[in-house]
């Protein structure tokens, strides 16, 4: 056993070796050239150390959630300041699950109840509205504010009725919301409050990591993400019980706790009484929840592991990111209505949304048309008005107010990049493309002017 | 209902103290990264004496003890009283610098201080029993209503003794020793064994709305539990640490 042991780990350790050789050669080498290289708005930063772990994780060939899992968590709890981070499969899925936790019979009667009203906004991503109308209840859409693109707090306190349950909302690229109002009407009205942190991981408001002010919080690990491990999320909150409903829902809605490898860890397994079940009926086959089976792979949180421990940096070059397309683009101001941090937050920016003002002689469309075919990327705020989307047409919601500046923001706003991997040099050269895009339109209008 | 835990981690963690309290009874506290201590107070882990590999992952056999120190610190605390084959091998190789696995938190045995609203929170501890409720113990508060009865054979076995100094005078703590032999110097004291009676008649007019947590040896809690619901007190009133 002793020398298997020890061969093991040599073997580790050889493999480990050559998977930093390995990354030396296959990613090491990469340089920018400016007109010929694409500029992205996102992608995966790594070095050896990500692969060194995923092949460690691969080793074990445990496969299924594990040791990595179990630190990354602790990781992640730690450094929001959250008493609970459970990990699942995606953002969206880390959205399910925080909404459907909400429903948990284990809240009591303050659990959210099909047909219950709850406020978001259409200007965002489909799946932090999804497991509204998923659980059989009413989405009611307010519209946002520009600038920070957050949800315009005067028509949010409109939006509050008798059947209002919760508040959904993402903090949007980064950009926190107002959450001294938003936890002031909460407290108030008595609702729930899911912060969607999926593009916000690292951002503050008055000091404190965006997710701990709600009564529960999701962030994504998707690539285009703060940090990233392929496909997966996390949920996270100071709350045992909704801590307890979120595993629940993830695993199959079963009541048990044992990890993979364990049996008994209550020490109740088969002395407990459960529904109309036989008393002693096998706890690993109770089920609490109507649930899902939503977990990750140990692989994947081998490399959120490595991630974690370059967030802090990751988080800095966004806001070095951030304060370089701020500076380039001040002097387009009148053409541009450029982004504002929501006051006493310092964001983790996701991106650097830029919204074309009206009647400048050019429309969005044309500027990111013209960018992509210089192999500039950029994208739009997601859905732009959600309920301009196929699939939402005929969805029973509520509309609080008008949502004019959603419509804005779905026909002229549009984000450029600001994530760890994008170098001043892309920047610069972002911009001097969108330099000469201005000077030919205004050369046109000059054109047309004379003719 | 049961349900699920949400965070328990494997962790290698390194023996830092062993005190040993005579007639097999021992305290241990374990050097662990604080970000692995986030349980609530009632909570047990789970200790293993043999090797756990954790690229293999099974959980080898190991034994539960309730957390016997406050969260967030870098360190938990566990008691143990030797009783049979394992506590006897805990007692010949827990020594300081030991690294043993550890896994936690688990249990649904959680003295919520959400409770402290309702009435009072009356904790029954028998012997070592008294361990799962020091973190709730030792946590700040300003104000709320604690009783603990805490029933002793003799006066060395009073555990944390320290840690109940610390609480004297606190307004929101109410400790109630009970003594089958001998007093205690630095605490006033019940002579004879704790019962449901006993503390019925020291509750008075509170006994009704009180919430009762139940820890101690097998027997007692069943014992304590019928006679808890004989006396009227709802079974949601009661809240027992249970093991098959």
Same mark, same amino acid.
């Given at each position: 056993?002793?020398?298997?042991?020890?061969?093991?780990k040599?073997?580790?350790?050889?493999i480990?070796?050559?998977?930093k050789?390995y990354?030396?050669? =296959?990613?090491g &080498? &990469?340089?920018?050239?400016?007109? =010929?290289?694409?500029?992205?708005?996102?992608?995966?930063?790594?070095?050896?150390?990500?692969? %060194?772990?995923?092949v460690?994780?691969?080793?074990d060939? *445990?496969?299924t959630?594990?040791r990595?899992?179990?630190e990354?968590? /602790? &990781?992640?709890?730690?450094f929001?300041?959250?008493?609970?981070a459970?990990?699942?499969?995606?953002?969206?899925s880390a959205?399910?699950?925080?909404?459907s936790?909400?429903?948990?019979e284990?809240?009591?009667d303050?659990r959210?109840?099909?047909?219950?009203?709850?406020i978001?906004?259409?200007?965002?991503?489909?799946?932090?509205?999804?497991?509204?109308?998923?659980?059989?209840?009413i989405p009611?859409?307010?519209?946002?504010?520009?600038?920070?693109?957050n949800?315009?707090i005067?028509?949010?306190?409109?939006?509050?009725?008798?059947?209002t349950?919760a508040?959904?909302?993402?903090?949007?690229?980064?950009?926190?919301?107002?959450?001294?109002?938003?936890v002031e009407?909460v407290?108030k009205?008595?609702l729930w409050?899911?912060e969607?942190c999926?593009? /916000?991981l690292?951002?503050?408001?008055?000091?404190?990591?965006?997710?701990t002010?709600g009564?529960?919080?999701?962030?994504?690990?998707y690539?285009?993400?703060?940090?990233?491990?392929?496909?997966?999320?996390?949920?996270?909150?100071?709350?045992?019980v909704?801590a307890?409903?979120?595993?629940?829902?993830r695993?199959w809605?079963?009541d048990?706790?044992?990890?993979?490898?364990?049996?008994n860890?209550?020490?109740k397994?088969?002395?407990g009484?459960?529904?109309?079940?036989?008393k002693?009926?096998?706890?690993?086959?109770?089920?609490?929840?109507?649930g899902?089976n939503?977990?990750?792979?140990?692989?994947?949180?081998?490399i959120?592991?490595?991630?974690?421990k370059?967030?802090?940096?990751?988080?800095q070059?966004?806001?070095?990111?951030?304060?370089? *397309?701020?500076k380039g683009?001040g002097? *387009?101001?009148d053409?541009?209505l450029?982004?504002t941090a929501?006051?006493?937050?310092?964001?983790? *920016?996701?991106?650097?949304p830029?919204?074309?003002?009206q009647?400048i002689?050019?429309?969005r469309t044309?500027?990111?048309?013209?960018?992509?075919?210089?192999?500039?990327?950029t994208?739009?705020?997601?859905?732009?008005?959600?309920l301009?989307?196929?699939a939402?047409?005929?969805?029973?919601?509520r509309?609080?107010?008008?949502?004019?500046?959603?419509e804005?923001?779905?026909?002229?706003?549009?984000?450029?990049?600001?994530?760890?991997?994008?170098?001043?040099?892309?920047?610069?050269?972002?911009l001097?493309?969108i330099?000469?895009f201005?000077n030919?339109?205004?050369?046109n209008r000059? %054109?047309?002017g004379?003719? | 209902?049961?349900?699920n835990?949400a965070? #328990?981690?494997?962790v290698?963690?390194?023996?830092? !103290?062993?005190?040993? $309290?005579?007639?097999?009874?021992?305290s241990v506290t374990?050097?662990?990264? +604080?970000?692995y !201590?986030?349980?609530?107070?009632?909570?047990?882990?789970?200790? !293993?004496?043999?090797?756990?590999?954790?690229?293999?992952?099974f959980?080898?056999?190991?034994?539960?003890f +309730?957390?016997a120190s406050?969260?967030?610190?870098d360190f938990v605390?566990?008691?143990?009283s030797?009783?049979?084959?394992?506590?006897?091998?805990?007692?010949?190789?827990?020594?300081?610098?030991?690294?043993?696995?550890?896994?936690?938190p688990?249990?649904?045995f959680?003295?919520?201080?959400?409770?402290?609203?309702?009435? #009072?929170?009356?904790?029954i501890?028998?012997g070592?029993?008294v361990?799962?409720?020091?973190?709730?113990?030792?946590?700040?508060?300003?104000?709320?209503?604690?009783?603990?009865?805490y029933g002793?054979?003799k006066p060395? $076995?009073?555990?944390?003794?320290?840690e109940? +100094?610390?609480?004297?005078?606190?307004?929101?703590f109410r400790? $109630?020793?009970?003594l089958e032999?001998g007093?205690l110097?630095?605490?006033?004291s019940? #002579?004879?064994?704790? +019962?449901i009676?006993?503390?019925?008649?020291a509750?008075?007019?509170?006994?009704? !709305?009180?919430?009762?947590?139940l820890?101690?040896p097998?027997?007692?809690?069943?014992t304590?539990q019928?006679?808890?619901?004989?006396?009227?007190?709802p079974?949601?009133?009661?809240?027992?640490?249970?093991?098959?």
């Amino acid at each position: 056993m002793g020398v298997n042991m020890s061969t093991e780990k040599e073997l580790r350790g050889q493999i480990s070796d050559l998977v930093k050789e390995y990354y030396g050669v =296959k990613f090491g &080498q &990469q340089t920018y050239v400016a007109g =010929k290289s694409p500029v992205r708005y996102a992608g995966r930063v790594f070095d050896e150390k990500e692969i %060194q772990s995923l092949v460690d994780s691969s080793l074990d060939f *445990w496969l299924t959630e594990g040791r990595y899992a179990e630190e990354f968590q /602790a &990781q992640f709890a730690e450094f929001v300041g959250a008493e609970f981070a459970i990990l699942t499969n995606s953002g969206s899925s880390a959205n399910l699950l925080a909404f459907s936790a909400l429903t948990s019979e284990l809240l009591g009667d303050k659990r959210l109840k099909p047909g219950d009203e709850v406020i978001s906004v259409a200007a965002g991503f489909p799946t932090t509205v999804n497991p509204i109308i998923q659980n059989g209840m009413i989405p009611v859409f307010c519209d946002v504010d520009l600038g920070t693109y957050n949800v315009n707090i005067e028509q949010l306190k409109k939006a509050i009725g008798p059947k209002t349950g919760a508040i959904f909302l993402a903090h949007t690229l980064g950009n926190p919301y107002d959450l001294d109002a938003i936890v002031e009407l909460v407290k108030k009205h008595n609702l729930w409050l899911i912060e969607d942190c999926c593009d /916000a991981l690292g951002s503050t408001y008055r000091g404190k990591h965006v997710g701990t002010f709600g009564h529960v919080a999701t962030c994504s690990f998707y690539p285009a993400h703060h940090i990233t491990i392929g496909e997966g999320g996390m949920i996270f909150t100071d709350d045992e019980v909704i801590a307890r409903a979120v595993t629940s829902f993830r695993d199959w809605g079963r009541d048990c706790y044992c990890h993979g490898g364990e049996n008994n860890t209550c020490g109740k397994r088969f002395s407990g009484q459960y529904g109309t079940l036989p008393k002693g009926y096998d706890h690993k086959y109770v089920y609490s929840h109507i649930g899902y089976n939503l977990k990750v792979t140990d692989m994947q949180a081998a490399i959120g592991v490595e991630q974690m421990k370059k967030l802090p940096s990751f988080v800095q070059r966004r806001k070095d990111n951030f304060k370089a *397309w701020s500076k380039g683009f001040g002097q *387009w101001s009148d053409k541009f209505l450029l982004p504002t941090a929501t006051p006493h937050s310092d964001p983790s *920016w996701f991106a650097f949304p830029v919204t074309v003002k009206q009647g400048i002689g050019f429309t969005r469309t044309e500027l990111t048309d013209y960018l992509s075919g210089h192999q500039i990327e950029t994208r739009n705020l997601f859905a732009g008005n959600l309920l301009r989307q196929p699939a939402y047409l005929n969805i029973v919601h509520r509309v609080a107010g008008s949502l004019d500046n959603t419509e804005t923001i779905m026909n002229d706003t549009f984000f450029l990049g600001t994530y760890p991997g994008l170098i001043q040099p892309q920047i610069d050269h972002t911009l001097k493309l969108i330099e000469e895009f201005l000077n030919t339109k205004a050369l046109n209008r000059t %054109q047309a002017g004379r003719s | 209902m049961e349900s699920n835990m949400a965070n #328990p981690a494997k962790v290698l963690a390194r023996v830092q !103290t062993v005190e040993n $309290h005579g007639e097999g009874v021992y305290s241990v506290t374990f050097a662990v990264p +604080s970000r692995y !201590t986030r349980y609530l107070p009632g909570q047990f882990l789970h200790m !293993t004496l043999e090797e756990f590999d954790p690229t293999a992952g099974f959980w080898p056999e190991s034994r539960v003890f +309730s957390i016997a120190s406050a969260p967030r610190q870098d360190f938990v605390a566990i008691v143990y009283s030797v009783k049979g084959r394992y506590t006897r091998l805990m007692e010949q190789e827990l020594a300081v610098g030991r690294e043993v696995w550890l896994k936690l938190p688990y249990g649904d045995f959680i003295v919520d201080e959400g409770l402290l609203a309702d009435g #009072p929170v009356v904790l029954i501890a028998g012997g070592t029993g008294v361990s799962p409720y020091l973190p709730f113990l030792m946590k700040h508060r300003e104000s709320g209503n604690v009783h603990l009865f805490y029933g002793l054979r003799k006066p060395n $076995h009073l555990l944390f003794r320290d840690e109940f +100094s610390t609480l004297k005078g606190q307004p929101w703590f109410r400790p $109630h020793f009970f003594l089958e032999e001998g007093r205690l110097e630095d605490w006033p004291s019940t #002579p004879g064994r704790l +019962s449901i009676p006993a503390i019925a008649e020291a509750m008075g007019k509170e006994f009704p !709305t009180g919430q009762y947590f139940l820890s101690g040896p097998p027997a007692m809690i069943r014992t304590f539990q019928d006679d808890l619901l004989g006396q009227g007190i709802p079974n949601n009133q009661i809240h027992i640490d249970e093991w098959e």
